[in-house]
């Protein structure tokens, strides 16, 4: 069979989806997919058509097989620069090889001790019965664990408000109701976005000024590999180290507080599970705090990341562009159009997952995983562009459980099931309402 486009789902005149999208654009991925299968077209007149693909078939072809066929988006080039999330071809190769030894396993597990002080610092200011967004504590904790750690940088609770407040704000290029439309169109988030990110390529000029004359130019982070690199090589340039920062400063502290903020919110919503998981860290640890050499030991936390990565994967989709007109597994696509690969849907796919809808950790048991498609389960990708920050998100994710459970129980405040919201990382719409209590 020849191959074709992919098929359109049922649209309204003049807006296309814009308006399904916007209104629930989860919903729509699935009706979409009920209605024209596992690829599908989005019509979205004020930009261009955005192919949809829901199969790991078509993961393997887009990320292994026909890799060299696809580009990094300019939306991630408008919000990253030049750094390592949106650069492609030698110049992404170069980048990789340069940065890959500081997020070597053997060279991460030494930042495990940082983790645990990060997080026991901000318990301190933690109150019995008190009740928060747990998004927004996760996101302040992962900041200040990735300064600590990458930058050499201590960041104490309630410090940095503002330049917390933007690197969220990164996020905004990449809301629904900007996405949808063209580039130049000013919306208010993206006037956030432009705003954010000028503060935070000051604060990043800052930073590495600072360190260009400190100790920490003799330090084993981020920092000084990238001055080392600058100064062995005049081909990387500042705006070069610049963007290195910024997609640092984002990359590596909201995937992760997602994760921990999601599964935190799976096990309030689900007891028995959580008691399993106190009782492990009970078990283990026996009241110290929790080091490298401990890990190996939390099953039961290992698994609740998992299925946490399962069930609320941070990055739902990865955007491509085609370089060229192309065809593969029945479906051909354009030059220049954009492709989607929806994570979120194939991790929720019941051909792969039994009650997908349910939180099982104890579904990564047995055979499991090596029964499962390859493709059916990446939450930090897959192929040559895996996160580069695997290993490093993994760990600190076990490391914040760990040291929190040992000293709270979380409780879910709320009545109904959180509403998720897409942006380059899934969000909830409303916030996770938990309240902590003192164990």
């Known amino acids: 069979m020849p191959a074709h486009l992919p098929s359109s789902p049922a649209r309204y005149p003049l807006i296309g989806h814009a308006l399904q999208f916007a209104n629930s654009p989860f919903d729509f991925v699935e009706n979409s997919v009920t209605e024209c299968g596992d690829a599908y077209r989005m019509v979205l007149p004020a930009v261009d058509d955005v192919y949809v693909l829901c199969h790991p078939d078509y993961y393997k072809d887009v990320l ?49 001790e940082q983790m645990v002080t990060c997080t026991q610092r901000r318990l301190d200011s933690w109150n019995d019965g008190a009740t928060g967004n747990i998004e ?63 503060l935070l390529r000051e604060e990043v000029q800052s930073i590495f000024a600072d360190s260009r004359g400190g100790e920490q130019t003799d330090g084993d982070n981020l920092l000084s590999q990238l001055f080392a ?18 997609t640092m400063v984002f990359a590596g502290y909201e995937t992760t507080a997602t994760a921990l903020a999601f599964a935190w919110y799976s096990l309030s919503r689900n007891p028995d599970i959580r008691q399993e998981f106190h009782d492990e860290l009970e078990a283990v640890l026996g009241g110290r705090p929790p080091s490298y050499d401990d890990l190996a030991e939390l099953d039961v936390t290992d698994r609740i990341i998992k299925e946490t990565l399962r069930q609320y994967p941070p990055i739902h989709t990865i955007p491509r562009q085609t370089a060229t007109d ?81 000293q709270f129980r979380l409780e879910w405040e709320g009545n109904n099931d959180v509403e998720l919201e897409p942006q380059i990382t899934i969000n909830s719409k409303n916030g996770i309402q938990l309240s902590s209590h003192k164990l």
């Open 64 to 112: 292994v097989t026909e890799v060299d066929s696809f580009t990094k988006t300019t939306d991630f080039r408008e919000a990253f620069g030049s750094g390592l999330l949106s650069t492609d071809g030698q110049q992404w190769r170069e980048q990789r090889d340069m940065l890959q030894p500081l997020f070597y396993r053997d060279h991460i597990n030494g930042f495990a």
């Open 136 to 198: 927004v504590e996760m996101r302040d904790l992962t900041f200040e664990i990735l300064f600590a750690t990458l930058f050499g940088q201590e960041i104490e609770p309630g410090e940095r408000a503002e330049l917390r407040t933007a690197a969220d704000n990164l996020n905004e290029w990449f809301v629904p109701s900007s996405w949808m439309l063209p580039n130049w169109v000013p919306t208010p988030a993206r006037r956030r976005f432009k705003q954010s990110k000028t």
């Open 229 to 246: 690199a600058r100064q062995s090589t005049s081909d990387l340039s500042m705006e070069e180290i610049e963007d290195h920062l910024m």
């Open 326 to 406: 192309i065809e593969f597994a029945g479906v051909r696509i354009p030059e220049g159009k954009e492709v989607h690969l929806s994570i979120i849907h194939t991790h929720r796919d019941q051909q792969f997952y039994d009650e997908p809808q349910e939180f099982k950790p104890d579904r990564w048991t047995g055979s499991f995983e090596d029964e499962l498609h390859d493709f059916a389960y990446i939450p930090f990708g897959a192929g040559r562009r895996t996160c580069i920050g695997r290993e490093f998100s993994l760990l600190e994710s076990k490391i914040v459980l760990a040291t929190i459970g040992q």
